[in-house]
């Protein structure tokens, strides 16, 4: 049998349909072309957690509807680069149990070495969720019967306080769907009446899509101007709603203002950090958020929100920038001297 170097071989040889995504941050979809480069380490992996490479692995047979879904998790190393030696075990171990048909129902040894695998994790149930509405979306299949439910609610066609049979699958195939339809439409009309037990999953659901310009700004305004039962968690939670649509100028300036302002909590400059780094591929906001986070926030955390965002290849060389610039603060400079020596020790 020919030896398979690569997980893309592996899914080609078993004449699969499949479509990878990152599920570690958000949920990001990475091409064939660009994942081939990371698994030859031509390039570091785009979206790394915690040092690994979160993968989700969706595929099928042609002509049949059921698709299988299987969670990867791959160490990477300093450079961010797979690590060649684990991804080579994750196939021997996919190889050992299923042989080249991955498609195949496996038997109970063959289930016993795949729920051995060292490299299998179980996302949270509202990325699972999303992830699902996501792909079913994208191969243009029928939604989960929980979206009518929560379509009409945001339609308001129920009563405002009438959210309790909205379940999770619902509200990610809603946010999914947000192009379809009037959906758009119908929930930035609806916005300031939902729900806070609808309105958070929704925006964490939101993160994964690009908004428009009129919820961008219907987000924005409910950030700047809370409503008096608006809690802590809903302002992160409205944050990451704009995680996919960072780039927006209206959102750059929405981050820009709070981070002057110096209004950002310790979940703020988390979910700042984990879904929504793209806005700090500009050096100057960048530095002046590691300044807010020095001085507002605890030392740990400036350092775990370093180590976070220097593991990013688009942020690397500019958090680096920020670290030599000769106008840094003393306290600055001290932070990143504690956390050196640290390193070092």
């Known amino acids: 049998m020919t030896t398979i170097a690569t997980i893309s071989e592996l899914l080609e040889l078993s004449q699969s349909q499949y479509r990878i995504y990152d599920v570690g941050r958000k949920i990001d979809k990475i091409s064939k072309a660009n994942f081939e480069k990371i698994e030859l380490n031509q390039v570091p992996y785009p979206f790394p957690s915690q040092g690994h490479a979160f993968i989700a692995l969706a595929f099928w047979q042609k002509n049949i509807e059921q698709q299988y879904l299987w969670f990867v998790k791959l160490p990477l190393d300093e450079r961010g680069l797979l690590n060649q030696g684990a991804r080579n075990h994750f196939i021997a171990i996919i190889v050992e149990a299923l ?3 991955l498609t195949v129902n496996p038997s109970e ?9 060292p490299y299998h994790f179980t996302p949270s149930q509202y990325k699972l969720a999303s992830l699902n509405s996501i792909i079913k979306c994208e191969l243009k299949q029928t939604a989960s019967d929980y979206y009518k439910d929560c379509q009409a609610y945001i339609a308001g066609k129920l009563a405002w306080g009438n959210w309790h049979n909205i379940g999770v699958q619902g509200i990610t195939d809603f ?5 379809e339809e009037e959906n758009e439409i119908n929930l930035v009309q609806a916005f300031d009446n939902i729900a806070v037990e609808v309105l958070n999953p929704l925006c964490t659901a939101l993160e994964n899509q690009t908004l428009s310009v009129d919820l961008i700004n219907k987000i924005i305004n409910r ?10 968690e809903l302002k992160s939670n409205l944050l990451r709603a704009l995680a996919s649509s960072a780039h927006h100028p209206h959102v750059l300036s929405t981050i820009d203002l709070l981070i002057n302002s ?12 984990a879904r929504c780094w793209s806005v700090f591929t500009e050096k100057d906001r960048l530095m ?7 001085k507002t926030q605890s030392i740990d955390l400036f350092q775990s929100i370093f180590k976070d965002l220097v593991a990013l290849p688009n942020i690397r060389s500019i958090i680096f920038q920020c670290m030599r610039d000769p106008n840094r603060s003393d306290a600055f400079a001290q932070a990143i001297g504690q956390l050196f020596n640290q390193t070092k020790g």
């Open 175 to 179: 946010a999914a769907r947000i192009n």
């Open 288 to 294: 002046l958020f590691l300044e807010h986070v020095i």
């Open 223 to 232: 950030i700047q101007h809370p409503l008096h039962t608006d809690s802590a």
């Open 99 to 101: 042989g080249a048909d």
């Open 109 to 117: 040894q063959q289930e016993k070495l795949l729920s051995n695998n």
């Open 262 to 273: 110096e209004t950002l909590t310790t979940d703020d400059c988390i979910t700042l950090v």
